[in-house]
T-cell receptor, first 111, second 121 residues
């Protein structure tokens, strides 16, 4: 059965304190891995798609990487506006395209 | 900007009183999804439309129905809301591809609206 596990559940950072979020996945075959950001009371906002091991994507202070078993979302020198819940989701080759979400990592960045 | 718009943002209904949530999109995407998200949980897929073809998840209660009258609009109907149906309802869209009318396994990102927060009195 496909599984997506995110860690930690919550992360509190000082402004400027870089850190990484982890998304471990177990799928028969990976068709795509997606990172989303969700602010309270809003829908998930698409950040990145990664398709194959070794792939990296960057956007401002965020960088996503992918291996055969996990993905990392690195937050470099975070600012308070980076506070959000970050969701990881995968689509397996066994699926028509259904997103299998992890439970998310809640990030709080304090000034 | 092209986007996914959900109305209303907040909806209050009475226990057992039918309610309809709406979603529109200007992305011209052919697939539309409805998710239920409860506090501190991941979104849970209820169903999706590939063009006009409706696809229900096996564990979606019969109480939840959907309509897609055209490419741009999709509705979620809850026939008899119970207290356990209080949640955020999210609409999403994606552009996906098929062969012979069948949705192939997709790897395209889904784009979400800001949701409707449903409360049950």
């Amino acid at each position: 059965e496909d599984q997506v596990t995110q860690s930690p559940e919550a992360l509190r950072l000082q402004e400027g304190e870089s850190s990484s979020l982890n998304c471990s996945y177990t799928v028969s075959g990976l068709r795509g891995l997606f990172w989303y950001r969700q602010d309270p009371g809003k829908g998930p906002e698409f950040l990145f798609t990664l398709y194959s091991a070794g792939e990296e994507k960057e956007k401002e202070r965020l960088k996503a990487t992918l291996t055969k078993k996990e993905s990392f979302l690195h937050i470099t020198a975070p600012k308070p506006e980076d506070s959000a819940t970050y969701l990881c989701a995968v689509v397996s080759t066994d699926s028509w395209g259904k997103l299998q979400f992890g439970a998310g990592t809640q990030v709080v960045v304090t000034p | 900007d092209a986007m996914v718009i959900q109305n209303p943002r907040y909806q209050v209904t009475q226990f057992g009183k039918p309610v309809t949530l709406s979603c529109s999109q200007t992305l011209n995407h052919n697939v539309m999804y409805w998710y239920q998200q409860k506090s501190s949980q991941a979104p849970k897929l209820l169903f999706h439309y590939y063009d006009k073809d409706f696809n229900n998840e096996a564990d979606t209660p019969d109480n939840f129905q959907s309509r897609r009258p055209n490419t741009s609009f999709c509705f979620l109907d809850i026939r008899s809301p119970g207290l356990g149906d209080a949640a955020m309802y999210l609409c999403a869209t994606s552009r996906d591809y098929s062969m012979g009318g069948r949705l192939l396994s997709s790897n395209q990102p889904q784009h979400f609206g800001d949701g409707t927060r449903l409360s049950i009195l």
